[in-house]
């Protein structure tokens, strides 16, 4: 059977007739449901190269490409901030050398890959946080607001002093260059 392709692709054909038109529209999002899939929510397995701070990381995959990894749903103190270098060691103790997992979930306006990071089946975002070294991020996500919680109940980490500061409030106040 011979397809005539310009009869099945004459738009205005397709639009006069509601069955046509239907299965375009259903075509299409398939594919746009299909590429939305595929560009977020994607894994891979990296080598831990660099800790850059308690939320960014710098990464190798196994074709040797290098990527910066910012942490998806958490906010760490900076370098300068108070505990900014006590959260940057933890996170290095945990995953510093290691082969961790990155579950993408976007990127950054400076073109990290926003990820959750698993170390042997374990959310490493969230550990971050339940240990205190971290704040959830309840800007953009709810994710880790219950393991604040409990950090700040239980006066872990960065919960111990009086008047933690958030991340994001500092840089406001500070002249900081972007990691």
Request: proline share 2%; aromatic share 12%; net charge positive.
């Amino acid at each position: 059977m011979k397809i005539n392709y310009k009869n099945a692709l004459n738009l205005r054909r397709a639009i006069n007739d509601p069955k046509r038109l239907m299965l375009l529209l259903i075509a299409f999002g398939l594919i746009f449901l299909l590429n939305s899939f595929a560009s977020y929510n994607t894994s891979f397995k990296a080598q831990v190269v660099r800790v850059i701070d308690g939320d960014t990381i710098e990464v190798l995959d196994k074709n040797k490409q290098n990527y910066r990894v910012r942490f998806f749903g958490i906010d760490a103190p900076e370098s300068n901030q108070a505990f900014g270098k006590k959260s940057k060691e933890f996170l290095a103790s945990l995953v510093a050398g290691k082969e961790v997992k990155v579950i993408k979930k976007d990127t950054d306006k400076y073109d990290r890959i926003l990820a959750v990071i698993e170390l042997e089946g374990k959310d490493i975002n969230k550990i971050m946080v339940e240990n205190g070294f971290a704040w959830a991020y309840s800007y953009y996500t709810q994710a880790y607001v219950a393991e604040q919680n409990l950090a700040k109940s239980k006066k872990l980490g960065l919960w111990a002093d009086k008047k933690p500061i958030e991340p994001y409030k500092w840089r406001k106040t500070h002249s900081f260059k972007e990691k």
